[in-house]
């Protein structure tokens, strides 16, 4: 997606260690994979009152003085095209 960030407005964090963001003009509950020293930033993200998502794989991979965020997008089973299409 050439780096266009999806995330508009605030990113407020909720006492379960999760946060509510705005995505594609859509609340969203972001869970992110445990702390490590891998670079692994995998997260699921599920509609706010659902148990859990799908987990997004994201990694973090050194360039020079910073780090650039690679994320893998799948289209799950009974998700539809145009669906998948305005998430990505």
């Known amino acids: 997606m050439g780096g266009r960030s999806r995330l508009r407005g605030r990113a407020e964090p909720l006492d379960s260690g999760d946060w509510l963001v705005q995505l594609s003009g859509r609340a969203r509950v972001l869970r992110p994979a445990p702390r490590n020293t891998f670079g692994v930033l995998d997260y699921q993200s599920f509609a706010p009152g659902e148990s859990g998502g ?27 095209d145009e669906r998948f299409r305005s998430d990505a």
């Open 54 to 80: 799908p987990t997004i794989p994201g990694r973090l991979i050194r360039n020079g003085e910073g780090c650039e965020m690679i994320i893998v997008w799948r289209q799950h089973e009974g998700v539809s």
